[in-house]
């Protein structure tokens, strides 16, 4: 796309919501595209930390989340389950260096819809089995998501962004249906908190941890959900290079690092309840909250 625009590097202006998550607000960008502009509210309407927008636009975040989006496009992690996201250098209204995040546009809906229960008697994990059960090739592209977030856990150390609004059932050109991971969390960052930063607070490595905890916990349930076999288990371990309970292994480490963590803080009771694998956990608001003033 070229610009007829000063500063802005598109033909087209953003256009109609198209939706809203914690990071942005999605736009039309003519008919092919969506451009995702940074939100600068909190789900319950405060606004967000004052340099939020600030850190989102350097290089070095963009950067991140280039190196982010190369691991997960990885064939041993969600390959091309990913949805590529592009980042534009252009300018903003006074003229100053801004990037434009843009991804092509998709039709279809999220997990997360279309796993609402039908009726009151039907629970979220039966309408989830149901669902899958039904489609035996997206559940076979679900459990690649599953296996290619525990390979994303054991390279990096993090998990990405992977829950059923980020994870949307879209259909190729010839009609199939597929799978599409159409978000990035910026894993670099979280790495390098959790792992380098040595002068980063206990607080930021706890909720960094409590999160992997979380998603441990829902790879389980998704796993037990989908009726995943043994045999199964073995033929996804192979493929995904996670043999010899590399996963599990990898995972028990992080715990431990949780625990060793905790030992060296004094904090409120009701806190360690919250990250120590006693839930409930920080909600997602509160961690993305959390997470804008650590950078």
Same mark, same amino acid.
């Given at each position: 796309?070229?610009?007829?625009?000063?500063?802005?590097?598109?033909?087209?202006?953003?256009?109609?919501?198209?939706?809203?998550?914690?990071?942005?607000?999605?736009? &039309?960008?003519?008919?092919?595209?969506?451009? !995702?502009? /940074? #939100?600068?509210?909190?789900?319950?309407? @405060?606004?967000?930390? *004052?340099?939020?927008?600030?850190?989102?636009?350097?290089?070095?975040?963009?950067?991140?989340?280039?190196?982010?989006?190369?691991?997960?496009?990885?064939?041993?992690?969600?390959?091309?389950?990913?949805?590529?996201?592009?980042?534009?250098?252009?300018?903003?209204?006074?003229?100053?260096?801004?990037?434009?995040?843009?991804?092509?546009?998709?039709?279809?809906?999220?997990?997360?819809?279309?796993?609402?229960?039908?009726?009151?008697? &039907?629970?979220?994990?039966?309408?989830?089995? !149901?669902? /899958? #059960?039904?489609?035996?090739?997206?559940? @076979?592209?679900?459990? *690649?998501?599953?296996?290619?977030?525990?390979?994303?856990?054991?390279?990096?150390?993090?998990?990405?962004?992977?829950?059923?609004?980020?994870?949307?059932?879209?259909?190729?050109?010839?009609?199939?249906?597929?799978?599409?991971?159409?978000?990035?969390?910026?894993?670099?960052?979280?790495?390098?908190?959790?792992?380098?930063?040595?002068?980063?607070?206990?607080?930021?490595?706890?909720?960094?941890?409590?999160?992997?905890?979380?998603?441990?916990?829902?790879?389980?349930?998704?796993? !037990?959900?989908?009726?995943?076999?043994?045999?199964?288990?073995?033929?996804?371990?192979?493929?995904?290079?996670?043999?010899?309970?590399?996963?599990?292994?990898?995972?028990?480490?992080?715990?431990?690092?949780?625990?060793?963590?905790?030992?060296?803080?004094?904090?409120?009771?009701?806190?360690?309840?919250?990250?120590?694998?006693?839930?409930?956990?920080?909600?997602?608001?509160?961690?993305?909250?959390?997470?804008?003033?650590?950078?």
């Amino acid at each position: 796309m070229s610009s007829n625009i000063e500063g802005f590097p598109f033909s087209e202006v953003p256009g109609t919501e198209v939706g809203r998550g914690y990071e942005s607000i999605v736009k &039309e960008l003519g008919p092919n595209w969506v451009i !995702k502009e /940074f #939100n600068p509210l909190r789900p319950d309407g @405060t606004a967000k930390y *004052e340099k939020a927008y600030e850190n989102s636009q350097t290089q070095k975040t963009v950067g991140e989340l280039q190196e982010t989006q190369r691991i997960l496009q990885q064939a041993t992690v969600y390959g091309e389950h990913i949805m590529p996201t592009e980042w534009v250098l252009g300018q903003d209204a006074e003229g100053n260096p801004k990037y434009f995040t843009i991804q092509k546009r998709f039709a279809g809906e999220t997990l997360k819809d279309i796993m609402v229960p039908q009726n009151e008697a &039907e629970s979220y994990s039966a309408r989830f089995t !149901k669902f /899958f #059960n039904e489609n035996p090739e997206l559940r @076979t592209q679900m459990i *690649e998501l599953l296996w290619g977030t525990k390979s994303a856990l054991v390279e990096t150390g993090v998990f990405p962004d992977f829950h059923l609004g980020n994870i949307a059932l879209t259909k190729e050109i010839d009609g199939a249906e597929s799978l599409k991971i159409f978000d990035l969390q910026n894993m670099v960052k979280n790495r390098k908190l959790l792992y380098e930063d040595t002068n980063r607070s206990l607080s930021t490595k706890l909720n960094l941890l409590g999160s992997i905890e979380k998603h441990v916990t829902r790879l389980e349930k998704y796993h !037990k959900w989908l009726g995943i076999t043994e045999d199964e288990k073995k033929l996804f371990d192979q493929k995904y290079n996670l043999e010899n309970n590399l996963y599990e292994n990898t995972v028990d480490r992080i715990l431990t690092m949780s625990g060793e963590i905790n030992t060296e803080r004094d904090i409120p009771s009701e806190v360690l309840t919250q990250i120590s694998g006693i839930y409930p956990f920080l909600n997602e608001a509160e961690y993305n909250s959390y997470m804008e003033k650590a950078t």
